[in-house]
């Protein structure tokens, strides 16, 4: 009896230091065998899609991805005819020299195409109005009577072929135009990755007069103004 009590003691005891040796030691673990942590991801936010991380992304300007250098006026316009006074609205657009140009320039010289929509008074007899419409192609150029960093006047010529319509008639003849102008402007060129930059923005205001070989019953004098607009030569791929 003592024999069995005495080894239960020993078991006890036994059991006991060894548990308390285990609560005694310290954890020890390796962060190295740790999996990494997730890479933060990228995205391009053309398609959504992930990209590569570390991955170079340009994301394209906003705006057309190719465009002339032109310049555009959209304006007043007004002639005589059998009717009377006949006002209208017209518009040009051509390629020019000054808005290619990056730096300032005294010269210019471009080719378009231009017309214009006007409406006679009210015929009596008839109670109806006929319109004048006309258009064509121009060959202008010009000179600045003065230039600053950021202004400009402009002195030029204009050489027309058109065609027009009114009171059941159609001509085709030809016209001269002068015109003075005046506009603020900035110029430069960039060349980068997204894309090439070149020429000229410009906004003003011009008036013009001159000849155009119209139908009969039409006054061949004109005159208008309106506003102008220079655009750059700009390519994005």
């Known amino acids: 009896m003592t024999l069995r009590l005495s080894s239960l003691c020993l078991g006890l005891a036994g059991a006991a230091l060894a548990s308390s ?32 991380t570390g991955e170079v992304r340009y994301h394209r300007r906003p705006g057309p ?18 009717r009377g006074y006949a006002p209208g609205i017209g518009a040009a657009v051509g390629v020019h020299w000054a808005s290619l140009s990056p730096t300032p320039t005294d010269f210019d010289l471009g080719l378009g195409v231009f017309g214009a929509v006007l409406s006679t008074p009210v015929d009596p007899q008839t109670m109806s109005s006929s319109g004048v419409a006309y258009g064509g192609a121009y060959l202008e150029g010009g000179h600045t009577l003065a230039r600053g960093d950021f202004a400009r006047v402009w002195a030029t010529g204009r050489g027309e072929y058109l065609a027009s319509g009114a009171f059941d ?6 016209g001269a135009m002068g015109r003075l102008s005046a506009e603020l402007y900035v110029g430069g060129v ?12 410009a906004i003003g205001v ?30 994005s791929p």
């Open 21 to 52: 040796t285990a609560l005694a030691g310290p954890e020890v673990r390796d962060h190295r065998a740790e999996p990494p942590a997730p890479a933060p991801e990228v995205r391009d936010h053309r398609g959504g899609t992930p990209a590569a």
């Open 65 to 82: 991805r190719f465009m002339l250098p032109l310049k555009i006026d959209l304006g007043w316009v007004g002639l005589n005819t059998m």
């Open 206 to 235: 011009y008036v013009e007069a001159g000849v155009r070989d119209m139908v009969d019953n039409v006054s061949a004098f004109q005159a208008g103004a309106g506003l102008t607009f220079r655009t750059p030569l700009v390519f």
């Open 190 to 201: 960039g060349i980068e990755p997204r894309g090439v930059f070149l020429g000229t923005y």
């Open 169 to 174: 008639q159609s001509h085709k003849g030809f």
